[in-house]
């Protein structure tokens, strides 16, 4: 059954992971998620670029279609992309109700908590679009926070960090996800919202967890510290064509049961 807003707050720890297409929302579902994100991770993990800022808006609209197709009894949340939200309020409504009737995604995320993104927050949860905010390490800006590192390490670093957190509360945020931040400084922030906290990269003490999906099947060789890999589907997967590719060669693919039968008298007539 599909989470709705009020029950995200309970004792269990709520599970996010994020999915791109249909059969990854398909497994999401049957594994029982939470909630399942389409993140603007898509453009590392799927389209191949080195940042998720080249992610589009119809990029994420193709592929959030594709993930309500497989799991549409999930709470979906899809990435406002990175210049979406960012050019005033109007287009910034326009992106999320584009997404919204678009896919049947049910909110939307957004990264940071500049007075200009938390107006943003306001405007579209005032006019009843569910919003998740994102703080602490924030992809969509990481070359002007110095690169993928951890964030709110310092008291300058993590006071900003607490108060982005409590304003995109007060803005109307129906949850937050904290990324890269120390442990501790996220079960302070976890203490003082009432709106849950889900955290990558931060620590046990948040509400919730998300993972990117190819972090937790292991896809690539990639990220090692925040997640944990309970799969190895990448080797597997080359394994796997290796074996297809040495068979199709030495001709023990395909054989006899993989193949279709004519009767002798229609083939007679053919030679
Ligand atoms: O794009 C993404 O996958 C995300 C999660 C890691 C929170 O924003
Ligand atoms: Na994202």
Redesign the pocket.
Known sequence: MKLTLPELRRDTPLVMV?AYDYPSAQQAERAGMDLI?V???LGNVVLGYDS?APVTLSDVIHHTRAVRRGAPETFLIA?LPFGTYHTGLHDAMRAAIKILQETGADAV?LEGASPEVLEVIRVLTRNGIPVMA?VGLT?QTEVSLGGRKVQGRDEVGAQRIVQAALDVEAAGAFAV?L?VIPARLARLITEKLDIPTIG?GAGPYCDGQ?L?YHDVLGVYDGEKKIAKRYAELGRLATQALSEYADEVRTKAFPTRENSFIIKDEVLDKLY
Request: aromatic fraction near 0%; charged fraction near 25%; glycine fraction near 6%.
């Open positions: 994020t994100l993140g603007d991770s998720t990435d995320k994102h992809p996800v990324e990558i998300v990117v």
